[in-house]
């Protein structure tokens, strides 16, 4: 198997968010999904337009990447759902599983050693895949941190 190199490597580590803070996968586990929609006063989204700004952006930025004649939501209405709460139960588990789906996307583009991180992506402007996977990797970990802030503050969350 042929060795990954170390920048691509250091990209994997960071997308995975283990080495710093929690991890999508801690702070999304056994989330009560009843809360999901609770308002808290201070913070001005639920856990759930939080889950589903990650996924929207996240999906915008790999698909970006991929796909040249991709069109970006409105910004910044089409980034954040105006329900506070999700429809049901799947609804949540579907937006976590897509927001999973898509980081392995990003991950396997890192991976393969013909994406070169630092050429231009020709249908933007100036964006490099290097830049769009920096992007990816600070956006979640500020939501993510947003997210674990709000199920803490709902009572839903035990340190391990």
């Known amino acids: 198997m042929k060795a990954i190199d170390p ?11 283990e080495d710093a803070h929690t991890n999508f996968e801690s702070v999304i586990k056994d989330f009560p999904v009843d809360l999901a929609g609770k308002q808290i006063p201070e913070i001005p989204y639920t ?7 990650l996924r929207i952006a996240q999906r915008d930025i ?5 796909n040249p004649k991709h069109v970006s939501p409105q ?38 050693s013909s994406t070169d ?15 769009e996977v920096l992007l990816v ?5 500020y ?3 947003q997210l674990l802030l709000v199920r803490r503050l709902l009572g839903a969350w035990r340190e391990k």
Request: charge should be positive; aromatic fraction near 10%.
């Open 7 to 17: 920048l691509r490597e250091h990209l994997l580590k960071l997308l995975q968010w």
């Open 47 to 53: 856990a759930w337009q939080l889950l589903e700004h």
């Open 62 to 66: 790999v698909e970006f990447c991929r």
């Open 75 to 112: 910004w910044p209405q089409s980034y954040w759902p105006h329900e506070k709460s999700p429809p049901d139960a799947d609804a949540w588990h579907k937006s976590a599983n897509a927001f999973q789906r898509d980081l392995k996307s990003m991950q396997k583009l890192v991976k393969d």
């Open 117 to 131: 991180l630092f050429a231009r992506i020709a249908h933007g402007e100036g964006q490099t895949i290097l830049r």
């Open 137 to 141: 990797a600070d956006h979640n970990a």
């Open 143 to 145: 939501h993510i941190g």
